[in-house]
């Protein structure tokens, strides 16, 4: 648009082939509000940092980097503040969150914070159980729900910000409602000003301008300075003060208008915090989800090769390199203990024989055999009760089965432990096995050491409740050929379910006995002092429970979490 627009007494036509961005009646309001000033020749847009107080993030964010990282728990442990804007970016509040390389648990935490649902899974017992620690010993502010009877779908109540703009000004039509209103008592002190100035100073009535020629109009709004001069009379300090006084409150008024119509810009990442309640995680369930390996059903040249083909027996063709290795590494006992092989053999595959995969003798002469679990899962129940049966038909018998795993299903690594008239042994695999190259290029790995048992004391209290501790672990001594056991300093976590119903462990109590000081509960402790018994919180620290009565069922479970992340689950029958 073409048209003149006189600002501070000079009038101004736009330039450069392009015209005003607004009505003549929006410039006028421009004016009004003081937002135009003049720019040599050229007239300007005037705005404040306030206009705008927020500025939207970018591709590069510079305050990411490794200065901004917060003490790590895990080696590969991402930046907090990167994940959180991540999720901001893309969800919202009740939106899942998938994280299928969970390490130290930093996404489950950031999308537990901001009120979102996770799914979060790692190939390593270390990462998830250090998730775990994370989670249930976490705190966070309690944001208030927008819609409280919808509750997370309904979404925060986020702090707004203006956003003013040229436009939303030059749109306003208070504006000329309040220099109506307003604008006469600014007249009037100016006025004032005007008739007292010429009466003592005729000849500097222009202000700052006394070589120009005297204008009979006097000073006009823009050219009253912002403090008194000294050279100006004193009967003048009244209607001076009285100009401001009434230009201020104009400006004010105009101020808190543009405010009101402006456009308001949402911050995502600050919702409204309610001081007076805190959250901490909600319930989340820990489960292990095997990888079936199935054949295509023309494979197959029946109903039983068919049930045979998908059973998760771990079939593999890595089975005799890792065969070829266990004979050449043994396996390490506790203590540094060696288990060593004379000879190892792979077993023949056929219809009977699919759970075993090597057979062979102890360099001390008993005979023994391997079952190696999958390539990319856990071992199961079913492989472990498949493979006692594959045993129990060999001639002659063998002495020891050794199932081998790069993880153990809690509840196959129970039955193991539990297994009557021989001696079964869990032995871990180094997940260096999986990469060739890895192994060769570090030949000093271990490959494949014994794993212990969980040592479990169940004691009955006077009061009829129960009380359990944890010695540790039992070791096979190779030497010996026996178990023997193991101490507690090794034990990173255990819990206890107290009414385990033998489909899913549900932990009641759980205890962080190497959580050094201001770790695991001790998190809590500062927090949520209200809600905690601090006379407890020293024994879940420690290796014994607190009294509890029996469950329904009778039956407790105890898994414990080893400082390499390794698990065991221990199931007994209470009295």
Same mark, same amino acid.
């Given at each position: 648009?073409?048209?003149?627009?006189? #600002?501070?007494?000079?009038?101004?036509?736009?330039?450069?082939?392009?015209g005003?961005?607004? @009505?003549?009646?929006?410039?006028?309001?421009?004016l009004?509000?003081?937002?135009?000033?003049?720019?040599?020749i050229?007239?300007?847009?005037?705005?404040?940092?306030?206009?705008?107080?927020?500025?939207?993030?970018?591709?590069?964010?510079?305050d990411?980097?490794?200065?901004?990282?917060?003490?790590?728990?895990?080696?590969?442990?991402?930046?907090?503040?990167?994940? +959180?804007? #991540?999720?901001?970016?893309t969800?919202? $509040?009740?939106?899942?969150?998938?994280?299928?390389? #969970?390490?130290?648990?930093t996404?489950?935490?950031?999308?537990?914070?901001?009120?979102?649902?996770?799914? /979060?899974c790692?190939?390593?017992?270390?990462?998830? @159980?250090?998730?775990?620690q994370?989670?249930?010993?976490?705190?966070?502010?309690?944001?208030e729900?927008?819609? %409280?009877?919808?509750?997370?779908?309904?979404?925060?109540?986020?702090k707004?910000?203006?956003?003013?703009?040229?436009?939303?000004?030059?749109?306003? %039509?208070?504006?000329?409602?309040?220099?109506?209103?307003?604008? %006469?008592?600014?007249? &009037?002190?100016?006025?004032?000003?005007?008739?007292?100035l010429?009466?003592?100073?005729? *000849?500097?009535?222009?202000?700052?301008?006394p070589?120009? &020629?005297p204008?009979t109009e006097?000073?006009?709004?823009?050219?009253? $300075?912002?403090?008194? !001069?000294?050279?100006?009379?004193?009967?003048?300090?009244?209607?001076?003060d009285a100009?401001?006084? =009434?230009?201020?409150?104009?400006?004010?008024?105009?101020? =808190?208008?543009?405010?009101?119509?402006?456009?308001?810009?949402?911050?995502?990442?600050?919702? /409204?915090?309610?001081k007076?309640?805190?959250?901490?995680?909600?319930?989340?369930?820990?489960?292990?989800?095997?990888?079936?390996?199935?054949k295509?059903?023309?494979?197959?040249?029946?109903?039983?090769e068919?049930?045979?083909s998908?059973?998760?027996?771990g +079939?593999?063709?890595?089975?005799h390199?890792w065969?070829?290795?266990?004979?050449?590494?043994?396996?390490?006992?506790?203590?540094?203990?060696?288990?060593?092989?004379?000879?190892? *053999?792979?077993?023949?595959?056929?219809?009977?024989?699919?759970?075993?995969?090597?057979?062979g003798?102890?360099?001390?002469?008993?005979r023994?055999?391997? &079952?190696?679990?999958p390539e990319?899962? =856990?071992?199961?129940?079913?492989?472990?009760?498949?493979a006692?049966?594959?045993?129990?038909?060999?001639? !002659?018998?063998?002495?020891i089965?050794?199932? #081998?795993a790069? @993880?153990?299903?809690?509840?196959?690594?129970?039955?193991?432990?539990?297994?009557?008239?021989?001696?079964?042994?869990?032995?871990?695999?180094?997940?260096?096995?999986l990469?060739?190259?890895?192994?060769?290029?570090?030949?000093?790995?271990?490959?494949f050491?014994?794993?212990?048992?969980?040592?479990?004391?169940?004691r009955?209290?006077?009061?009829?409740?129960?009380?359990?501790?944890?010695?540790?672990?039992?070791?096979?001594?190779?030497?010996?050929?026996?178990?023997?056991?193991?101490?507690? &300093?090794?034990?990173?976590?255990?819990?206890?379910?107290?009414?385990?119903? +033998?489909?899913?462990?549900?932990?009641?109590?759980?205890?962080?006995?190497?959580?050094?000081?201001?770790?695991?509960?001790?998190?809590?402790?500062k927090?949520?002092?209200?809600?905690?018994?601090e006379?407890?919180?020293?024994?879940?620290?420690?290796?014994?429970?607190?009294?509890?009565?029996?469950?329904?069922?009778?039956?407790?479970a105890?898994?414990?979490?080893d400082?390499?992340?390794?698990?065991?689950?221990?199931?007994?029958?209470?009295?």
């Open positions: 648009m073409h048209f003149p627009v006189i #600002c501070c007494g000079i009038p101004y036509e736009p330039r450069g082939g392009r005003w961005s607004t @009505t003549q009646e929006g410039m006028n309001r421009l009004k509000v003081s937002r135009l000033i003049p720019n040599g050229n007239m300007a847009y005037k705005r404040y940092l306030e206009d705008s107080p927020v500025v939207a993030h970018t591709a590069s964010w510079r990411t980097g490794s200065g901004f990282m917060s003490d790590k728990m895990y080696v590969v442990q991402t930046n907090q503040k990167i994940i +959180e804007r #991540c999720i901001l970016m969800t919202d $509040p009740g939106d899942l969150v998938l994280d299928p390389t #969970c390490g130290s648990g996404t489950a935490f950031v999308a537990e914070k901001w009120g979102r649902r996770w799914i /979060t790692d190939t390593s017992r270390v990462a998830v @159980t250090l998730t775990k994370r989670l249930m010993t976490a705190s966070y502010d309690y944001y729900l927008k819609y %409280p009877h919808e509750g997370l779908k309904g979404g925060f109540i986020y707004t910000v203006p956003h003013v703009t040229l436009k939303s000004i030059a749109n306003n %039509p208070d504006i000329d409602s309040i220099y109506e209103r307003m604008h %006469p008592a600014i007249e &009037s002190a100016l006025a004032e000003l005007n008739k007292i010429s009466a003592v100073h005729p *000849e500097r009535i222009e202000g700052q301008a070589t120009r &020629s204008r006097g000073l006009q709004e823009w050219e009253v $300075p912002f403090d008194f !001069p000294v050279d100006w009379p004193n009967s003048a300090r009244p209607p001076f100009f401001h006084t =009434a230009r201020q409150a104009m400006q004010r008024q105009m101020d =808190a208008s543009i405010a009101a119509h402006a456009d308001q810009e949402v911050l995502y990442d600050q919702p /409204t915090i309610n007076n309640r805190l959250r901490i995680t909600g319930p989340f369930t820990v489960e292990a989800v095997p990888f079936p390996s199935v295509a059903l023309d494979e197959a040249s029946g109903p039983d068919a049930d045979t998908i059973a998760r027996t +079939e593999s063709g890595r089975q390199q065969r070829d290795e266990l004979l050449k590494t043994g396996i390490r006992g506790n203590g540094g203990r060696m288990f060593n092989f004379a000879d190892l *053999e792979a077993l023949p595959s056929d219809h009977d024989i699919r759970n075993l995969h090597a057979v003798h102890l360099d001390s002469g008993e023994v055999v391997v &079952s190696f679990g990319h899962a =856990a071992l199961e129940q079913r492989q472990v009760a498949n006692l049966n594959e045993a129990g038909s060999l001639f !002659p018998l063998p002495k089965i050794i199932f #081998c790069f @993880t153990f299903d809690p509840e196959a690594a129970k039955d193991i432990d539990g297994l009557k008239g021989i001696t079964a042994l869990k032995a871990q695999m180094n997940t260096d096995l990469t060739e190259d890895l192994k060769k290029a570090k030949s000093s790995n271990q490959s050491w014994l794993m212990g048992q969980p040592e479990v004391e169940v009955t209290l006077k009061d009829g409740r129960y009380e359990v501790e944890v010695h540790g672990f039992d070791y096979f001594d190779t030497v010996k050929g026996e178990l023997i056991s193991g101490g507690k &300093s090794k034990i990173a976590m255990w819990s206890l379910d107290t009414d385990y119903d +033998e489909r899913s462990v549900f932990p009641r109590q759980v205890f962080f006995p190497m959580a050094g000081k201001g770790e695991g509960w001790e998190k809590l402790k927090n949520l002092r209200a809600e905690l018994d006379s407890k919180l020293e024994r879940f620290h420690g290796t014994v429970s607190l009294p509890f009565a029996a469950g329904d069922n009778r039956k407790i105890v898994k414990i979490v400082d390499r992340g390794i698990e065991s689950l221990k199931v007994m029958a209470l009295e």
